[in-house]
């Protein structure tokens, strides 16, 4: 069969999956933002958008308290997220009846055993399209996956089983994963609901969208390089990006298999900051080391969430990257982290320069490891059906972008790989000593407790145009976690066009020149909070101060 | 300079290093056992011989209380160490007047503040020729890298000296480390004080030769496959290999430096039990993670240490790993587990059988991972030189033995080395599994608490003769911590030679026909605890129980 046909059959089957009363009339493709339509389209009545409106938080408790039950929860979320799939393309695999089967058995046990399941009862979550779920086809985007259905969970999912979460649909995402936009040959392009000319991201870009227009609560996105902190700042989301092995990756599929070095992680995505926590907490508690052998000895401590080594979140001291020495941000980022900093010194904490050192190069051994067998990697799974590989995101096919994630045509050498690994180990060594010394700068008598910084020079930018992830992919060659918090969304009248003269390069003043207020009008600003290896307590609970200092400062 | 002559130069430093009064009358080289020989050669007192056989928790007393300075105690060592460099050549790095004045400063700062510097205060430390000192050189034994004198401490050097230890000594490895015995053409042959003709092991085989002759109290080896476990194995030492990132190990010097996968780790050896929990605790609570990047944050968890894992330590159960199912184990190693599961038993532990699975692919896909490029490696750095990349550890440099850590000759590409990187993920993966599926054996309701299993299917073996490690290097694999401690040493009329008729190929043959009471007779004879990845202080505590069930058994 022709790969073209593979895909017909599988996106027939994929249109079949969605209930036909859930089929709405979307507005043209001319309509830009589509942010309101789940409201206004008919398809959920006024308690659904109510429940689809509502906090993580909130949610958590009323499904425990059985005031509102697991299957209207979860009812009320899938036919936003069948909404959101006929708006911006963001759904993959689309299983309502199992989903909802799911939801009515922990209805059940809550009323037998007046009970919940686990920390996340009755809670809907979504998938992106690596997270195997037994008897469901994971294709990541291949034409070649189409038809292998899974025999076992990804230990992740059994993990939010246990958890009492309910599963309910899986996500979009780019050929190979390895582009920071969401495009592949199985599934077509996701959209930016803020503003459907714009990407959404990726390789989480599927979360991102289904999570912006309240599709889902929260989402599991990956993140190799920015993968899920690209999506949740293009859509306006909150995201975290673990260290290594926090969160179990046993049992999905993935790109680079093998790779052991700058390792891909999975992580949070919602629109509710209590979702990170709510997350973490209960997965790491879940103690998924027992079940991956790759995941870190660690619960969630709750003295280092209470920031036991920050001084007790008293008196913190925030650095602000302003740019990376290699790409200077856009306006609407600029205006962010002036805001930010305004804020948190209103909130009372200590603000000061980051000074970054050698972001260039870490970016650079970072894409070297992953390209050291990239291409091969890539086209054996391609030349199984035949299906060309994608070497652009721009809507026309036409010229390839300078594409961050893209491979290079050969491989290297174990040695040559080797030779890289240590440069980057070493680049490892010289930063962990340049956050150290900052301790004679703070005041505090630490180091600088979190890094505030851009999450990409852009915001959400045309397709095709996502060419520099440098903000995001340094704290992965670092496995430094990162979360990403909304702080505001691009205004023309405030982010007008301001001339500049100095540029690092010509990269550099092709960024700037990609810039106009109209074209990025409406697309989120979100920024991005960085903390230390193994840090993901302390880095939820800067994020939600900082978030509480924005809020007070609006 | 022909690599002779530069070996010549730096063998005659070495040799100036030693105080001319320390040197002593060493016995024929036809005398096996030198254990005795430190004690009766004249150069020790009896204090200083007092001193070098105390136990290191009782040391730490003394030195912290001020009874004995550390002055003396680096003293005695130090003239102990000098004795068996005379008698098994395990020294490289000798620098008695730095050590000393090291010393002496922590004795007057105890002397004005009365406080200790830290949880090691006064304690000398000898370290394997890897761990860089300021001002020294760290050749690990390659002709090319003499004269290269380090500009930074190793970072576990800096901790340790923060912990107010005295590193005194470094010592003796095999060309490249990937050998499990010690010769190298810059130092020489390291030999076993238990019997001349045998190996101490390897890779940290000085290490093991060393402390067996009480000249040091702890030592500090490296693990990649088996480099702790086998000397303190051959030398009838307590031993811990915790897993990677447990012990800081940046700024030291590596064979196969940027290899990312299975790590080498630091840990320590020692001839008393608790030298491996007071050097872990104090290592771990010195927040290596601040100054390596690579470092697990993870403290010195007491309860842990406690077995809050493990029913508090009561109604443990421990599973015997009686052979690989790859080579069978020689009669002392048999008679060693079969006491130890007496003694178990007595102490009211259960005891059930481990069953192996996969021990062969999994150290075959280690070793491929090692060989993707590590003739590149070795190659490189000695043809800097021209001296001889070394191709057997036997007395005579004759035929070449099954050498499992010697490269093969091409490397391979990154690709390659991914899929196999990919397969050991796999075997991770379902040895988990596997272990997790124990709870169902064990009737305390939790899997199997900890294996016991051989260190090694011989006691020390003759010089070149060591040729089979996976006794040890499957946990390296799996990255889970394991520990040796000493049962018994081999006696020919306990440990007869029995008949076997059936072998699993002709390597078990090979092994068995290799074993022979007379050659091996007093050679230590030790086993191994395994514990669960990132579980260092249970193991420490287990080994512990098991030491203590031994003792009382014997």
């Known amino acids: 069969m022709h790969w073209t046909d593979l895909v017909a059959e599988k996106k027939q089957r994929q249109v079949k999956s969605i209930p036909q009363d859930w089929l709405v009339s979307p507005p043209p493709d001319s309509t830009l933002d589509v942010t309101g339509f789940p409201e206004t389209c ?139 936009e969401s495009f592949n040959n199985v599934f077509g392009r996701t959209t930016n609901p803020y503003n459907r000319s714009l990407t959404s991201g990726g390789s989480s870009g599927g979360e991102g969208a289904l999570i912006a227009l309240q599709g889902s609560p929260v989402g599991v996105g990956s993140d190799i390089g920015g993968s899920i902190r690209i999506p949740a700042a293009f859509c306006g989301l909150y995201g975290l990006r673990p260290s290594y092995g926090r969160v179990p990756y046993s049992g999905a599929r993935n790109s680079l298999e093998g790779q052991d070095s700058v390792l891909s992680v999975f992580g949070p995505m919602t629109s509710s900051i209590g979702g990170l926590k709510a997350f973490m907490k209960a997965v790491t508690n879940a103690k998924p080391w027992l079940k991956d052998p790759l995941a870190v000895r660690k619960k969630w401590d709750e003295d280092e969430y209470n920031l036991a080594d920050h001084g ?143 999450a990409a020079p852009f915001a959400a930018p045309p397709h095709g145009k996502n060419t520099y992830t440098n903000y995001t992919t340094v704290w992965n060659a670092l496995d430094y976690p990162a979360a990403i918090f909304p702080v505001t969304t691009v205004d023309p009248n405030l982010d007008t066009k301001k001339p500049r003269h100095d540029f690092y390069d010509d990269f550099d003043e092709g960024i700037h020149e990609m810039y106009d207020p109209e074209t990025f009008k409406n697309a989120p600003v979100c920024l991005q909070l960085v903390g230390r290896t193994l840090e993901e307590e302390a880095v939820v609970k800067m994020t939600e101060i900082v978030d509480a200092a924005l809020a007070s400062a609006k």
């Open 42 to 180: 008919g398809l959920l009545n006024a308690r659904e958008i109510e429940m689809t409106n509502t906090s993580v938080d909130v949610l958590l408790e009323r499904l425990a308290s059985g005031e509102w039950t697991s299957v209207d929860v979860t009812t009320a979320f899938y036919k936003r997220a069948i909404v959101a799939q006929q708006l911006v393309n963001c759904l993959t695999e689309i299983f309502v009846d199992r989903a909802l089967a799911r939801a009515a058995e922990l209805d059940d046990h809550l009323k037998k055993t007046g009970k919940v399941v686990g920390p996340l009862h009755g809670l809907p979550i979504s998938l992106k399209d690596q997270i195997c779920i037994k008897g469901l086809e994971t294709t990541m985007g291949y034409v070649s996956w189409i038809g292998q259905y899974a025999e076992k969970n990804a230990v992740l999912v059994d993990i939010l089983l246990e958890c009492g979460a309910v599963p309910f649909v899986r996500t979009n995402i780019p050929q190979t994963l390895m582009w920071p």
């Open 312 to 454: 007790s979140g008293k008196d913190l001291c925030f650095a602000i990257m302003w740019d990376d020495g290699v790409v200077v941000p856009h306006p609407p980022i600029r205006r962010s982290l002036e805001f930010a900093k305004a804020a948190l010194e209103k909130a009372g904490h200590k603000v000061v320069d980051w000074k970054p050192i050698k972001h260039g190069e870490l970016g650079d051994v970072t894409r070297d490891i992953w390209n050291a067998a990239s291409a091969e990697d890539f086209m054996i799974t391609a030349s199984l059906t035949g299906e060309p590989i994608i070497t652009t995101m721009e809507l026309e096919n036409a010229d390839a972008v300078r594409a961050p994630f893209r491979p290079k045509k050969g491989g290297i050498t174990a040695y040559q790989l080797w030779q890289v690994q240590r440069m980057r180990r070493d680049l490892r060594k010289e930063y962990l000593d340049h956050w150290e010394a900052t301790a004679s700068e703070t005041g505090t008598g630490r180091p600088v407790d979190a890094i505030i910084c851009p």
